[in-house]
């Protein structure tokens, strides 16, 4: 049965990612209570002040600074605290840093919070997805990591570009890891109904996949070359991923979560794949259709997360 009080979200870390998704959740009315929680009182009241004084102009939503107890009656929770990389920081220096913030979090949840639906978009946020469930304890369906959401995002749209249709009429996935070894689905990707490399014959596009890929992989690294850091497109992934839990969508959306064994040699790390999502969290994870090489490519990703998450697990 549905909880029937007031709803209410809250966002653990109010830097610039979680600033943009607080607004964002306001903007399109996805919870009528949304609090704030850092390590930085201060910094968490200002944002809530800032994004609440903008409702006098859209909608009543109450936006406010709060602690951990108000995890207590929230529908979703999500965390993004955690540090950025640094220069010469290594990727494992990072992981290690953020899993433990994350953990560290996560334990200030369940002092709370009851099977609580974690959605982690803290960076490496496979790895961190991973860490929350493991310190949660909670069903992997219940924690959530915003994965390829994102990367996903940037495919369609790049690929809208390029064959100049309505990036909603595009169907393509990137899979995996949300990193360097992510995985770009051609095989299986759709434009309109009709399979992708038939679209681009019948308007005359030639597709350089390759290009294609790797300016989807490079999306995020290019707009902090360009501004410092990249918090809208996440802030619209997370709040997509938020409009399914809420409204009980059964939507399905590409992002990472713990899975179990019947994933063969994938079974126990968070990977990102497409997911019907509801308001139980993930209902179903499917096994998206890819051809051989896509399938090697997919084994070598989840490969790197493994040895990756095995060094973090060491300190």
Not at 6 to 26: F, H, P, S, W
Not at 74 to 95: E, H, M, N, S, V
């Amino acid at each position: 049965m549905k909880n029937k009080h007031r709803d209410k979200i809250v966002v653990v870390g109010a830097g610039n990612v979680g600033e943009a998704i607080a607004y964002t959740l306001m903007v399109r009315v996805q919870a009528n209570d949304i609090v704030l929680v850092d390590v930085n009182a201060d910094r968490a009241k200002g944002a809530a002040v800032d994004i609440a004084h903008g409702t006098s102009f859209h909608k009543q939503v109450w936006v406010r600074q709060g602690g951990y107890e108000e995890c207590a009656d929230a529908q979703i929770i999500i965390i993004t605290a955690g540090i950025a990389r640094k220069p010469g920081q290594t990727r494992l220096d990072l992981a290690k840093t953020n899993v433990s913030i994350v953990k560290s979090i996560t334990e200030n949840i369940m002092k709370y919070a009851k099977n609580p639906l974690i959605l982690v978009v803290s960076n490496p946020a496979d790895l961190t997805t991973a860490a929350v469930l493991e310190a949660s304890g909670l069903p992997a369906n219940r924690v959530i990591g915003s994965g390829t959401s994102l990367d996903t995002a940037r495919f369609r749209y790049n690929l809208s570009t390029k064959l100049h249709v309505n990036v909603e009429d595009i169907q393509a996935y990137i899979v995996g890891e949300h990193g360097d070894s992510q995985v770009a689905v051609w095989s299986s990707a759709m434009v309109g109904g009709f399979p992708l490399e038939d679209y681009a014959r019948q308007v005359g596009v030639s597709l350089d996949k390759k290009e294609i890929a790797e300016h989807t992989k490079n999306g995020g690294a290019e707009i902090i070359g360009l501004k410092g850091a990249t918090f809208y497109g996440i802030a619209m992934a997370v709040s997509t991923i938020v409009e399914a839990i809420m409204k009980d969508d059964s939507a399905i959306l590409p992002v990472a979560h713990v899975l179990d064994e019947s994933f063969g040699s994938w079974a126990g790390m968070a990977v990102s794949l497409p997911c019907r999502i509801g308001w139980e969290g993930i209902e179903a994870c499917l096994r998206i259709p890819m051809n051989e090489e896509e399938q090697k490519a997919m084994d070598a990703s989840i490969k790197v997360l493994q040895e990756l998450w095995a060094q973090v697990k060491q300190q």
